[in-house]
């Protein structure tokens, strides 16, 4: 039953490190999202993509870039990771007209 | 104003207790209300969704909105450990999802 999933549970990283955290969903959704969940602040959109290759910035979209080369995948890109992104990454998709499906979070902690 | 107002608690119940998880929002014009729960360290899980005015059930779960007060609440009846969880509220324009509008979370623990 496997949905949406997420290369790493738990990452730890170095400042200025550059980092990838991988998303894929088996559900043939157009529509996939990035968040981050940090206390206090709730989920906040960091980017989103409605398409292979296309994409919108979300709320938040300052130290990271995505990439989506196939449907299934979208990758969050840390250039240069800085311990202000310490947090919780949760990846979600949906099709145009459902609700998010999400994938269990990576942990990141930059030191 | 912010756009959603959620009591992030934490919220302690007796197991059996009726919970009653709550968000008030300001924007008339969203059409579909959500509540996530999301375990410890897991990503948030789709709980129930309505679209509409009025109460939706299922099983011991009850999501209610009210348009008019800019209200929705999520009942838990005959709560239970496992129900222990933070959940979230969200909601949105039909056909937008990249515009939902997230709740904090509130912080529930059901206690045996």
């Known amino acids: 039953d496997v949905k949406v999933t997420q290369s790493s549970r738990y990452l730890v990283k170095r400042t200025g490190e550059k980092v990838f955290l991988e998303c894929v969903q088996d559900m043939d959704h157009e529509n996939m999202f990035w968040y981050r969940q940090d206390p206090g602040l709730g989920l906040r959109l960091i980017y989103f993509?409605?398409?292979?290759?296309?994409?919108e910035k979300g709320d938040i979209p300052e130290g990271y870039s995505v990439s989506r080369e196939k449907k299934e995948r979208f990758s969050l890109i840390l250039e240069s990771a800085s311990t202000n992104q310490t947090s919780m990454y949760l990846c979600?998709?949906?099709?145009?007209?459902?609700?998010?499906?999400f994938g269990p979070g990576t942990r990141l902690t930059v030191t | 104003q912010k756009e959603v107002e959620q009591d992030p608690g934490p919220l302690s119940v007796p197991e059996g207790a009726i919970v009653s998880l709550n968000c008030t929002y300001s924007?008339?014009?969203?059409?579909?209300f959500m509540w996530y729960r999301q375990y410890s360290r897991k990503g948030p899980d789709l709980l129930m969704y309505?679209?509409s005015s009025g109460n939706k059930e299922d099983g011991r779960f009850t999501a209610q909105v009210d348009k008019s007060s800019k209200y929705i609440s999520l009942f838990i009846r005959d709560s239970q450990p496992s129900d222990s969880a933070t959940y979230l509220c969200?909601?949105?324009?039909?056909?937008?999802?990249?515009?939902?509008?997230w709740g904090l979370g509130t912080s529930l623990a059901v206690n045996p």
């Open positions: 979600a998709s949906s099709s145009p007209q459902s609700l998010l499906d």
């Open positions: 309505t679209y």
């Open positions: 969200a909601m949105g324009l039909v056909g937008n999802n990249r515009k939902l509008i």
């Open positions: 993509s409605y398409d292979v290759k296309m994409k």
């Open positions: 924007n008339s014009a969203f059409q579909y």
